[in-house]
């Protein structure tokens, strides 16, 4: 327990206050009150996202509501094709 509570005190008060409102929005659902379609019509939710958000809870706990930054963030790729059309591009251009 003390692990979870010292991996949620990294995140700012407005992140914790961001999973405190989707967990909200979802826990009639854990609570077996009411359905994730209800909630999807009740709050204009996403079923999909309301569906995620409900798994990685039960997975990983309050914690795992928190968006995560990506780990790829700032990096840009291209495309096989598009780096070797580059590359031909490049070398009929010389």
Not at 48 to 59: F, G, P, S
């Amino acid at each position: 327990m003390n692990e979870s509570l010292l991996v949620l005190s990294q995140y700012s008060d407005e992140e914790r206050q961001e999973a405190l409102r989707k967990y909200r929005l979802i826990e009639p659902f854990l609570q077996k009150e009411k359905s994730l379609n209800v909630l999807h019509k009740e709050h204009q939710l996403p079923l999909r996202r309301a569906r995620r958000w409900v798994a990685h809870y039960r997975q990983h706990g309050f914690g795992a509501l928190i968006r995560q930054d990506r780990k790829d963030k700032g990096i840009r790729y291209l495309s096989h094709r598009v780096c070797s059309l580059w590359m031909t591009t490049a070398v009929e251009s010389r």
